[in-house]
């Protein structure tokens, strides 16, 4: 398994500040998210790398574990041992593969990299101590990175789950519910490690984590998003067309609008599991030409020069 370098995939150095890698993930998420690139399974495939790449140097603990370790990471002596993914009855292994990630994230950072395998229904080391009657297999777990338009819409993902000490392939469909929200339990009955003495087999728990958007931010059951406004539009008001998970809808912007302020889109935010929905909230941002033409420009000059605007008074 080879190693992945986060940096180049962000295209950023080292050194790079939480601010660089932010802008350089949105940058990039937003050439490259499938509603937008020209290539959709290309960009598909390159957006999954980008918003991995985002899941482990965006987080202060995950960049400073994959920086002490680097490109040494599996190796004898590095204080690093991976289940890729959970770890079942007597140390059973998995190997799971449609989750969303890497095998290289999931050996690095999934849940049983951290240790998290659940040990909820046996997990008997010594032999001498397992019960005499059935007991119930130990839980298995697993990350499961989930697209937010996924979260969304609601979805269906295929894993394959594989024991890596007996080869034991088992796959398995998973429903993911609409409006599904990051870090929520997902059981999947009877796929967690084998039972004892004829007891049922454990279960599998999937924990969401919904993938970083380029557009979008996540609030409980609210979105926000930036709205850019050109200074003349905030001054006289507009209406501007905006996209949202449901499609495009239109604001009004009234007339002197300040960056900062928020537009409320009632109901089109993330669906709750009272079959009611959240809001979009856009945030004003005024951006400028960056590159006038010499007209353009000649403009912009005059009314700074004639303008009676005191801003800072």
């Given at each position: 398994m080879n190693f992945r370098d986060y940096y180049e995939v962000l295209g950023v150095s080292k050194d790079a500040t939480a601010d660089e890698i932010r802008k350089a993930f949105r940058k990039l998420a937003r050439k490259y998210h499938p509603d937008v690139a020209e290539d959709k399974?290309?960009?598909?495939?390159?957006?999954?790398?980008?918003?991995?790449?985002?899941?482990?140097?965006?987080?202060?603990?995950?960049?400073?574990?994959?920086?002490?370790?680097?490109?040494?990471?599996?190796?004898?002596?590095?204080?690093?041992?991976?289940?890729?993914?959970?770890?079942?009855?007597?140390?059973?292994?998995?190997?799971?593969?449609?989750?969303?990630?890497?095998d290289f994230f999931e050996q690095f950072f999934g849940r049983g990299a951290h240790g998290m395998a659940g040990m909820s229904g046996g997990?008997?080391?010594?032999?001498?101590?397992?019960?005499?009657?059935?007991?119930?297999?130990?839980?298995?777990?697993?990350?499961?990175?989930?697209?937010?338009?996924?979260?969304?819409?609601?979805?269906?993902?295929?894993?394959?789950?594989?024991?890596?000490?007996?080869g034991e392939v088992r796959e398995v469909t998973v429903k993911i519910p609409r409006g599904v929200e990051d870090g929520q339990l997902l059981r999947v009955r009877g796929y967690g490690g084998e039972g004892i003495n004829g007891g049922d087999p454990g279960d599998l728990y999937l924990h969401v984590r919904i993938e970083s958007h380029p557009f979008f931010t996540v609030d409980r059951s609210d979105l926000l998003c930036t709205l850019d406004l050109a200074p003349w539009e905030a001054m006289f008001g507009t209406k501007a067309t905006i996209k949202t998970l449901k499609g495009k809808i239109r604001l009004t912007i009234p007339p002197n609008t300040e960056a900062g302020e928020t537009l409320i889109a009632s109901g089109m935010g993330m669906p709750r599991s009272d079959g009611t929905t959240g809001d979009l909230h856009a945030t004003v941002r005024i951006v400028v030409p960056e590159n006038p033409d010499p007209e353009e420009r000649a403009r912009w000059e005059h009314l700074r020069d004639t303008s009676t605007f005191k801003p800072r008074e």
């Open positions: 399974e290309a960009g598909e495939e390159k957006f999954k790398q980008i918003n991995e790449a985002y899941e482990v140097l965006g987080d202060p603990e995950k960049r400073k574990k994959y920086d002490t370790l680097g490109q040494n990471w599996n190796q004898p002596g590095a204080g690093f041992t991976g289940a890729a993914g959970g770890m079942g009855q007597g140390g059973y292994e998995y190997h799971f593969s449609g989750t969303g990630f890497s997990g008997y080391s010594d032999p001498f101590s397992r019960p005499s009657g059935p007991r119930k297999g130990v839980s298995v777990d697993a990350d499961l990175l989930v697209s937010l338009e996924e979260a969304f819409t609601g979805a269906q993902r295929k894993l394959r789950l594989q024991a890596r000490d007996s």
